[in-house]
């Protein structure tokens, strides 16, 4: 329960912060729903029970030259492993972007912070007993490197994008059992601001 009220105010911070009158009317919303596993890389992603992961970020363009750019990304997510953990996380991405008429491929690296969660009860041995305890979770730093498939909906500047993501990251401090993440999924990227 706490896990979603902290996802929730995430989700509406974000929102406040895109729909003020500061914010770019060039700057897309991205909305990607994913596939969490633990796991080293690999395209092997259906072999795993899935969990649900959702990601919501916007890009800022720093260079851009004929069929080349090169962004900045940002990306508020929460992902949800039922064996594992739960984890909301914040990350900021550079990435270079191809493009190829309506296609683009766009390699990221990005850097961010993950909150984890347990998704069980956890318990402390305590005088020869187990007693249950809090769970206010875990705070970790998230590299990850990620690559980008987009396809434009149409051949105007500003058209919605499907796009397909597989992004590695890990857990610092590592923990080899489960400090790998591969995130693989779908989204929509849009301009929900321009006039």
Do not use: C
Request: charged letters at 20%.
């Amino acid at each position: 329960m706490k896990n979603n009220r902290l996802f929730n105010i995430l989700v509406l911070l974000l929102f406040f912060s895109i729909t003020q009158k500061g914010f770019s009317q060039t700057m897309p919303l991205k909305i990607s729903i994913l596939d969490e596993s633990i796991s080293f890389p690999n395209f092997w992603f259906t072999d795993y029970a899935f969990n649900p992961s959702l990601m919501i970020g916007t890009e800022h363009i720093l260079k851009e030259k004929g069929n080349h750019d090169w962004h900045l990304a940002g990306n508020l997510g929460f992902y949800q492993h039922k064996d594992w953990q739960n984890g909301v996380f914040l990350n900021a991405e550079i990435a270079y972007r191809y493009h190829f008429k309506r296609l683009s491929i766009a390699p990221k690296f990005g850097l961010g912070y993950a909150h984890t969660f347990s998704p069980k009860s956890v318990y402390q041995f305590e005088n020869g007993e187990y007693k249950p305890v809090k769970e206010f979770g875990n705070p970790t730093l998230m590299p990850s490197l990620s690559i980008e498939l987009a396809f434009k909906i149409n051949k105007t500047e500003q058209s919605p994008e499907v796009f397909l993501t597989f992004m590695e990251s890990a857990e610092i401090p590592f923990r080899f059992y489960n400090g790998l993440h591969q995130f693989v999924g779908l989204g929509y990227k849009f301009y929900p601001f321009s006039k």
